[in-house]
């Protein structure tokens, strides 16, 4: 099996990146709160991987929007 190349960026150049994409998110409607905070800070800290919080955010997304279309009601029909 082959691993995947490993990450040659400078901690500038990750640090450059994030600031990106959190900007990307912002104009998206991205509000930050502590929660999704700390989610970062042990990704910077390398206690997990991109993939581990890409996947717990993509998670928090789906089960937002399951609550949000519980809370719809039926259409008529």
Do not use: V, W
């Amino acid at each position: 099996m082959s691993q995947a190349p490993k990450d040659t960026r400078t901690s500038a150049e990750k640090a450059r990146d994030t600031a990106g994409i959190i900007g990307s998110f912002m104009h998206e409607g991205y509000e930050p709160n502590p929660e999704d905070e700390a989610i970062h800070q042990r990704a910077q800290r390398c206690e997990i991987t991109t993939e581990e919080a890409i996947a717990i955010f993509r998670e928090r997304a789906l089960e937002r929007e399951r609550k949000a279309l519980a809370r719809k009601p039926p259409k008529p029909g």
